[in-house]
């Protein structure tokens, strides 16, 4: 088996199987033809460390005190990312559908926070988990993923962002999607429970 450092991130999704192309509503309500389906990769801990090892260094100039991830994307590369960093690994969950602390995690004015996912589409769930980690008082000190698929939305966050790869996919609001038109079944295949009928 060959880690992330073997080969490009994009071969390894590939040859784990984690790119999808069909007709799927991301979890941002984006429809699009393509899919990164992480944990796929993520499945395969010596790969898992691997990225987060990789996520680490490149966060490592914030001096971050803990790692915080949306869940349910988020869950494993956060985890892996705390490890190589030496930091406490928490996350974020909805409840009544909003993101929020639970669990007994906690955060407080002395920790610098590094918001961490797996893919980037619109920002949503980045912006959501940064304002869940301000909400307790803690410096947010910059947000990370291992894709960057938002096409520049990403540069929008008020927060420094990195990622290991950036990818160009389109993806369109539900009333203007192609697929749509051409009546090609549709698949929910991201994590965040839908809201109304259009809604990474």
Request: net charge negative; aromatic share 4%; glycine share 10%.
């Amino acid at each position: 088996m060959t880690t992330a450092d073997d080969r490009t991130l994009l071969d390894l999704f590939l040859a784990s199987g984690a790119w999808l192309e069909g007709h799927f509503r991301l979890s941002s309500g984006l429809h699009s033809g393509g899919y990164l389906q992480s944990a796929l990769v993520l499945q395969h801990p010596v790969h898992a460390a691997a990225i987060g090892e990789r996520l680490a260094a490149e966060v490592a100039k914030w001096d971050p005190t803990v790692v915080l991830s949306p869940a349910l994307g988020g869950l494993i590369v956060g985890h892996e990312v705390a490890r190589a960093a030496g930091t406490r690994a928490i996350f974020a969950e909805r409840q009544d559908g909003r993101l929020t602390l639970r669990r007994g995690f906690s955060l407080d004015p002395a920790d610098r926070v590094v918001v961490v996912e797996d893919v980037v589409t619109t920002g949503l769930s980045t912006m959501e988990t940064v304002a869940v980690a301000r909400a307790s008082g803690a410096a947010v000190v910059g947000a990370a993923a291992i894709v960057d698929r938002s096409a520049g939305a990403a540069a929008g966050l008020d927060v420094p962002f990195v990622a290991l790869m950036t990818l160009q996919v389109p993806s369109w609001e539900a009333a203007d999607c192609p697929l749509c038109a051409q009546g090609m079944p549709l698949v929910k295949p991201g994590s965040r429970p839908s809201t109304g009928a259009g809604a990474p």
